[in-house]
């Protein structure tokens, strides 16, 4: 941890000068190896996952700019399964170049404390979908979930497989453009076949991954339809709503016929029928390229 009145001078003036509302006194440090004192700020935001607890907090760079950032720590302090889980998405973060669909990471601290650092995002896909009922146009569900399946591609390009794509794990910027976060599900294993585990949550979770937690052998899939999987229900939670819970639907209409197909392949039951997340980029960009409009489900 580092030394409190310290950060609080570094960190003080241009944050207080932005954010009167916060008192020098509600500020916690800590220090970053590479990125110097992040604040927690304790009348900011916080969110507490399955794995992570993530704070709102403010880090000033070389230039004394101030940066709103994620600050995501364990949940359960001395918890040895939240700690392997938090260091094991830092071991991906740290090897996975950084792109315009996935979270930045500013900083990442491994170890017995171990901390994240990432860009502040105001708000998720779940949050929207919250907001805004249950449909969005499809113009603005073809254009969100092409970030997140451009996003999905650069890490099946690293080895990487998410395992977790949902609408909590979606982030959105101001203008709405998507980003990836929440790698504590993922693992370093793409086009290869794995053990189908019961990683993921429930609603978003392809089926060879449930099956394993009822049958004494673990399914070989392909790492990367788990993803496309999980993607096409993100799809089909922006059409008809949050999926979260399980939550099973049937209905199809004023959904465009080439966008519900899309939705289709990605979700079949036998993972070698879905399309690879390449083809699913491709299929959404012909549709931002030639309009949905005329097209109905
Ligand atoms: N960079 C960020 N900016 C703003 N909010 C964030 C950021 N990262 C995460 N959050 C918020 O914190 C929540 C939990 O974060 P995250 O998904 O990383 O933790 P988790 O413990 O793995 O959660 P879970 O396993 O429940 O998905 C997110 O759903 C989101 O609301
Ligand atoms: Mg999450």
């Given at each position: 941890m580092g030394d409190k009145g310290a950060a609080e001078q570094s960190l003080g003036m241009g944050l207080l000068a932005s954010q009167p509302q916060v008192e020098k006194g509600e500020l916690q440090a800590l220090q970053i190896p590479g990125v110097g004192s992040v604040a927690v700020l304790k009348g900011g935001k916080e969110f507490v996952g399955a794995h992570g607890s993530v704070k709102e907090g403010v880090w000033h760079d070389n230039e004394g700019i101030a940066h709103s950032v994620a600050i995501k720590t364990v949940k359960v302090a001395g918890s040895e399964k939240c700690l392997k889980t938090i260091n094991k998405e830092i071991e991906i973060l740290a090897k996975l170049p950084s792109h315009p669909n996935v979270v930045r990471v500013v900083g990442v601290r491994p170890g017995e404390e171990p901390v994240i650092v990432e860009e502040w995002m105001p708000m998720t896909l779940k949050d929207l979908l919250n907001e805004t009922g249950p449909v969005l146009n499809s113009g603005d569900v073809v254009r969100i979930t092409l970030d997140v399946a451009k996003g999905v591609c650069h890490l099946h390009k690293h080895r990487?497989?998410?395992h977790d794509i949902k609408p909590a794990n979606i982030l959105l910027d101001e203008t709405c453009n998507a980003k990836l976060a929440d790698f504590t599900c993922s693992v370093f294993q793409v086009s290869s076949l794995i053990d189908a585990t019961r990683h993921g949550t429930l609603g978003y979770m392809a089926p060879e991954c449930m099956q394993c937690g009822v049958s004494r052998s673990r399914p070989r899939v392909r790492a990367e339809k788990i993803d496309v999987y999980s993607l096409g229900k993100v799809m089909l939670s922006c059409v008809v709503g949050n999926l979260d819970n399980g939550k099973t639907i049937t209905a199809t209409s004023l959904c465009p016929t080439r966008l519900w197909s899309l939705i289709c392949d990605c979700t079949k039951?036998?993972?070698?029928g879905r399309p690879s997340c390449q083809q699913v980029v491709e299929r959404l960009e012909s549709m931002v390229k030639d309009g949905l409009e005329g097209e109905v489900g």
């Open positions: 990487v497989t998410h039951m036998d993972p070698e």
